[in-house]
């Protein structure tokens, strides 16, 4: 059965492009809506980025556990009712002219608790619905949907809101997530075999401890964690640094940061390709080494200060990890047995979103006490480590798949 022809797949690849489409708009919307309309400073958006990011870290490992012991395709869809109901209470919000930044707050968690449990559940659905040579093909189409999603997304907010109001943002942000849940009512699951009863610390503590102990799955948990800290670091310092010393203008800075949305797309095109092309391990491994290339390329503009270069160092970020993301995707649903894959998922989830206000932290207290060009150089420091971890472990020798135990 090929991945493509594969109706329960299809309805699940466009529902994912739904989702990740309502998502980045919202994401986008929310924060232009409390400048224009409630004058929120930096303090309120950070607070506003901040209760986002909660249930990543609150609620990423009890879905995970959910998802192995409930119908994937029904957590799912209630996920992504969440979020329609978050958005639909924005459009109330918007029309009735309740709009504060507490209530933004509020549908904003809200929404995240369907990411999170949309996120969870979809990477450990998919090897139910494709046989598992097509695993990265069909991972490389979800991803292309996400870039697609994350490269279009905050133009498209950012347009509606200019010309015809909040209002439009969410009315279309809200059409996408009930269209990803009827899509997702339409999937037919397989049906599991109920999991014997535990106590859910037992599984949880089953799902961290295979992550830590499989050969392929520690590397790649810390490699992950290395490079969101040494993003978020970049990510901190970057904006100031292109206006101060890049001398960018606003629309320029946009404009570099959007190149990191066209690389997600360019690289989720080619992952199939250089899959092809050499064997998995190395394919996993490509992602953190081109990260070198990218931060480096970034720290070059302290001695030729151009906005091509760091266009060209955000093109890089998006291409090599998303072919990560893809391959090293691939690679965990293969090698985790079924009944562990929501756990598994979430570990990953959880950790790496853990790391990132970590690496934010680090990187505004580095570039307040020593300037924003000693956070792109502690940045390329770690992504050296990143690389490192990943290119000295066992997943360089993996030619191909290894069927879960």
């Known amino acids: 059965m090929h991945a493509a022809s594969s109706r329960p797949f299809i309805a699940l690849a466009w529902s994912n492009l739904a989702a990740q489409s309502a998502e980045q708009l919202s994401l986008a919307a929310v924060p232009l809506v409390a ?36 119908s994937r395709r029904a957590l799912m869809v209630i996920a992504e009712g969440l979020r329609a109901l978050s958005l639909l209470a924005l459009l109330a919000m918007v029309l009735t002219a309740q709009l504060s930044i507490a209530w933004l707050a509020v549908a904003g968690f809200v929404g995240a608790v369907g990411t999170v449990g949309f996120s969870v559940a979809a990477p450990a659905l998919v090897p139910a619905l494709v046989p598992a040579h097509l695993l990265a093909r069909a991972n490389g189409r979800l991803e292309l949907a996400r870039s697609a999603a994350y490269a279009a997304g905050p133009a498209l907010a950012g347009a509606l809101v200019a010309w015809a109001g909040a209002s439009a943002a969410f009315v279309l942000a809200a059409v996408l997530s009930a269209t990803a849940v009827a899509l997702l009512w339409r999937l037919v699951e397989l049906r599991r075999e109920p999991a014997p009863p535990r106590h859910p610390m037992l599984e949880i503590k089953d799902g961290a401890l295979f992550v830590w102990r499989q050969p392929f799955l520690r590397p790649m948990l810390l490699t992950g964690v290395a490079w969101n800290i040494s993003w978020f670091v970049l990510q901190a310092a970057y904006v100031p640094y292109a206006v101060r010393v890049l001398g960018l203008s606003a629309q320029a800075v946009g404009f570099t940061l959007g190149t990191y949305g066209a690389g997600m797309v360019a690289g989720a095109l080619l992952a ?134």
Do not use: H, K, Y
């Open 35 to 70: 400048v224009l309309a409630l004058q929120a400073g930096p303090g309120e958006i950070g607070t506003l980025a901040a209760v986002q990011t909660l249930p990543f870290l609150l609620l990423s490992i009890p879905l995970g556990l959910l998802a192995d012991r409930v």
């Open 272 to 405: 199939s390709r250089l899959l092809a092309a050499m064997p998995l391990g190395r394919a996993i491994q490509l992602g953190p080494a081109v990260s070198v290339l990218a931060a480096a390329t970034m720290v070059a503009t302290l001695w030729l200060p151009a906005g091509v270069l760091a266009a060209a160092s955000f093109f890089l970020f998006g291409a090599g990890p998303i072919v990560w993301t893809i391959t090293s995707t691939t690679l965990r649903q293969s090698v985790t047995p079924g009944a562990m894959l929501g756990r598994v998922s979430s570990v990953f989830l959880a950790v790496n979103a853990g790391a990132r206000p970590i690496g934010a932290a680090l990187g505004g207290w580095v570039g307040a006490s020593w300037g924003e060009p000693a956070c792109l150089w502690l940045a390329l420091a770690g992504f050296i480590l990143q690389a490192w971890v990943i290119l000295g472990s066992s997943l360089g020798a993996l030619q191909r798949l290894a069927p879960a135990r």
